[in-house]
């Protein structure tokens, strides 16, 4: 007999073909990987009794051959890797560390006590700073990044709302202190004094002209773009209106040590690891600084970029 029981039975809608959608249709029992079908019970006696080794707690039903060609799953179910052989993963990597979720709930979320104090009305999200928060925030603070991709239905199922319960505690530990923000920004720009570091920027004349921000904080960004010109770690290139390009550029992007390429989208920041498309990155930008000019040449843009604000 099949039965579903103290919650530890939730269903994920597969697919129907039902314009109703309420029958038929088919279902996964996310604990098991079970397909339910829900159709037409069969009560016809000449079918009935062909039918083989039916029990009491059984019953049949029919339902559309294409829904099961179009919604039954067609591969077995891969086998699943205990967390505990993964978590290395996410203490050993260089850059970042994904969780893609898109199950509807997860067997060892129902199973841990945290589950049941939730179905309780407790509060589950101020939980300890356990280990894996305490990995989290020594990543963070070495400038890696964690992410996590979870889709979910609507509505939301009794797992999804569980996940989405827990995970304050997840950022519960996050400074937002601004004075604490702040002198970690100083900290940062201190690394363009060091002696044997080594910056190099390029931007194009058209952004020092467009107010993305309060004219007083352009103007300070200006004076702090011009004063940078001639530090010995800090090569800063601008490239004019009119330029001649060899490619015109599409987004802008970071170049770290030639490790890694940061790209950022309208949608999306991408950190880009492999050699191949570092070094084309890297070609990128110097056909880029080819149109670029540098010491008294750029201040004069920058000076005139700071000029046009003045009197806008």
Request: glycine share 8%; with cysteine.
């Amino acid at each position: 007999m099949f039965s579903l029981r103290g919650g530890q039975g939730a269903l994920r809608f597969l697919g129907t073909t039902s314009d109703g959608g309420d029958c038929p249709t088919l279902y996964e029992v996310e604990q098991t990987r079970d397909i339910l079908v829900q159709g037409d019970k069969v009560t016809d006696p000449e079918l009935l009794v062909k039918l083989r080794g039916l029990k009491e707690s059984e019953t049949f039903v029919v339902v559309p051959r294409d829904l099961l060609t179009r919604f039954a799953p067609r591969t077995e179910a891969s086998a699943v890797v205990p967390f505990a052989e993964a978590t290395h993963l996410f203490r050993d990597f260089k850059h970042t560390a994904w969780r893609l979720e898109t199950r509807g709930g997860y067997a060892s979320d129902r199973n841990s006590p945290k589950w049941q104090r939730w179905q309780a009305g407790e509060d589950v999200a101020a939980e300890p700073f356990d280990e894996w928060r305490l990995n989290v925030q020594r990543a963070t603070e070495e400038g890696r990044r964690f992410e996590r991709v979870r889709i979910v239905d609507d509505p939301l199922t009794e797992g999804q709302q569980f996940l989405l319960t827990t995970a304050r505690s997840n950022v519960r530990q996050v400074p937002r202190d601004i004075e604490d923000a702040v002198r970690a920004r100083i900290r940062r720009q201190e690394a363009l004094y060091e002696s044997g570091r080594r910056f190099r920027f390029l931007v194009w004349e058209g952004a020092l002209h467009v107010p993305t921000c309060p004219r007083e904080v352009m103007a300070s960004q200006l004076d702090r773009l011009a004063g940078l010109i001639g530090l010995d770690t800090i090569e800063l290139g601008v490239i004019p209106f009119g330029a001649q390009l060899r490619r015109a550029p599409t987004h802008g992007f970071w170049i770290y040590d030639q490790r890694l390429v940061i790209v950022e989208t309208v949608s999306t920041e991408m950190w880009l690891v492999d050699e191949e498309t570092i070094q084309l990155y890297g070609r990128a930008w110097e056909w880029l600084a080819e149109a670029a000019v540098q010491g008294q040449h750029a201040r004069r843009l920058i000076g005139r970029a700071r000029a046009a604000l003045d009197h806008s």
